[in-house]
């Protein structure tokens, strides 16, 4: 976009939206406007809030646009922020309103919007949302308290008459002020005064982040652990081929079964179908369906690891186990975990591969089965 041309046509309410500070005392690693609030970032909120306007996003953040808005570079304090958002309004009439507003502030309603655009039509050149001060306030050099009345807090937006913030702004050469309404006011021009918003509370100390949750009425993501278990047995039987966590093993006797009674890949599938309390493996692929005879047991653990996937899920780690005299597991044990791990798309180190014997007892002792137990764990956001 050509960040030089004016924004097309003549809007009689523009936006600038200030979101280049770092926010040093949120803690945060990243800038404040880029906290997550509600399942997006904090800046986002006022981009939907005002989508409606055209405007100028003051930031440095990679953040697609609404339609009819364009980009300017922060500058090192708000006010040169302000200056560069006014330059990048340049082909706008006086007469236009302009709403200065804070990212920090995620919480704009139309209804203070609609209260400070009257203001500015009944004649003020500035319009600022306020809020009663709650609290005893004191001066901190002699305790001495402060009628609460007379004061009041100011948020944004705060609305102008575009002419007079231009005029502010090129008079005040280089004077800081931490809000514009105080450039327009030592113009002489009148400043009104309209309610502000609770919800319009600021994002400056993390806590703030809980407090926003709660205004804004947004669920905090949660995250849940699950984890499920499978079991499974199937038959020894001699000149079978052995399918045994998922690869294929040179053995006297093979594992008998509707499919290919890979007995392993069965239990990684019912404890992956466990933690997503999605049924079992005979429910999704029953045993009287001919289409699966013979199946290739890959495919049942491929199709519940998508459907967790499918739900959002996130596959922490799957524990197998595989119970049985023979063959030994540990020669394979790594090309189990690396076949796993690609039917499973997960990391190597997400897959344990386990084997044990049970000494000669019952029929895994007495070669007739295998045996598998698996567990799977599975992240939920909710
Ligand atoms: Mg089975």
Do not use: N
Not at 95 to 116: E, M, T, Y
Not at 310 to 335: C, F, M, N, S, Y
């Amino acid at each position: 976009m050509d960040e030089s041309a004016p924004l097309s046509g003549p809007p009689t309410i523009v936006i600038i939206l200030l979101a280049g500070g770092r926010g040093a005392r949120t803690g945060f690693a990243a800038p404040k406007q880029q906290a997550m609030l509600g399942g997006k970032p904090v800046l986002q909120w006022s981009l939907d809030a005002l989508a409606a306007y055209p405007g100028v996003l003051v930031s440095a953040d990679e953040i697609a646009l609404p339609a009819g808005w364009k980009r300017a570079a922060p500058g090192a304090e708000r006010q040169d922020s302000v200056a560069r958002g006014l330059a990048a309004l340049a082909g706008l009439d006086d007469d236009a309103v302009v709403l200065v507003h804070d990212s920090a502030r995620p919480g704009v309603g139309r209804d203070v919007i609609a209260r400070l655009i009257a203001a500015i039509a009944e004649g003020a050149a500035a319009a600022i949302p306020v809020l009663p001060v709650a609290d005893t306030i004191v001066r901190q050099a002699d305790a001495d308290v402060v009628d609460r009345a007379e004061l009041a807090r100011v948020q944004t937006p705060q609305a102008f008459r575009l002419g007079a913030l231009r005029r502010a702004h090129a008079e005040a050469a280089g004077a800081a002020a931490s809000d514009d309404a105080q450039l327009v006011r030592r113009l002489g021009e009148p400043v009104a005064l309209v309610a502000g918003d609770a919800r319009l509370h600021k994002l400056t100390f993390a806590e703030d982040l809980a407090m926003l949750e709660s205004l804004l009425g947004v669920e905090k993501e949660t995250m849940r652990i699950a984890t499920g278990m499978g079991y499974d047995v199937h038959r020894l039987v001699a000149g079978k081929p052995l399918w045994l966590g998922g690869i294929r093993i040179e053995h006297s006797h093979g594992l008998s079964g509707h499919s290919d009674a890979d007995v392993a890949l069965h239990a990684i599938t019912d404890a992956v179908l466990g933690a997503a309390a999605d049924g079992d493996i005979g429910s999704h692929f029953p045993p009287s369906d001919p289409q699966w005879k013979g199946a290739e047991s890959w495919r049942f653990l491929d199709y519940a690891v998508q459907r967790v996937a499918d739900r959002g899920g996130d596959i922490q780690h799957l524990d197998l186990t595989i119970v049985g005299e023979a063959p030994k597991v540990g020669p394979h044990r790594e090309a189990m975990r690396l076949r796993i791990s690609e039917i499973a798309r997960l990391p190597l180190s997400r897959i344990s591969v386990k084997a044990t014997t049970t000494e000669g007892l019952g029929f895994a002792g007495r070669r007739e089965g295998l045996a598998a137990q698996a567990v799977a764990t599975i992240l939920w956001k909710e």
